[in-house]
């Protein structure tokens, strides 16, 4: 297996290799980008788009079938998937961004709840550090306070 997926056979690429079209043509069979190989018959090959034509990951849902006399302009290309440390950590980064703007978004729709929880919250830690021999009290409201923050900041927006 090359770094671009099963190797291209003789007889036409293999399923799960990947492809790049040009498409700088009017007459190209298929526009510019990057396509997964998820089919293989006689005299067609169906292809997935799975990358545009700079090879970033789009997720089109565009299934297409081609003749094998098409393949000829076409290169082998590698995986937009691309599955490298920093990939998954931007995408990590970028996931977490998103949940915790949708979260504070469903607090501020929520604003006299999100209030009341925040403060049983806050006051469980304060008091936990100014009153002494009321560590169940705090515990509880620290608790009380956090699971109903992260109650309404999971109900999403009305």
């Known amino acids: 297996m090359s770094e671009n997926g099963p190797a291209v056979a003789d007889e036409g690429p293999a399923v799960g290799s990947h492809l790049r079209a040009h ?51 076409l290169e082998p290309a590698p995986n937009p998937d691309d599955d490298s440390l920093r ?26 709840p999100s209030a009341a929880a925040f403060s049983l919250f806050a006051a469980g830690e304060v008091g936990s550090r100014v009153l002494t021999g009321y560590d169940l009290v705090s515990g509880v409201l620290i608790l009380v306070g956090g699971l109903g923050l992260v109650y309404l900041g999971s109900l999403g927006m009305e």
């Open 23 to 73: 498409g700088t043509d009017a007459a190209a069979p298929l526009e510019a980008g990057v396509y997964r190989v998820v089919g293989t018959r006689e005299a067609t090959v169906t292809l997935l788009e799975v990358g545009d034509g700079d090879g970033e990951r789009v997720h089109t849902g565009r299934v297409v079938t081609v003749d094998r006399d098409d393949l000829a302009g």
């Open 87 to 112: 990939a998954r950590f931007d995408g990590g980064v970028e996931g977490f961004r998103l949940s915790a703007r949708q979260f504070w978004r469903s607090l501020a729709a929520r604003p006299l």
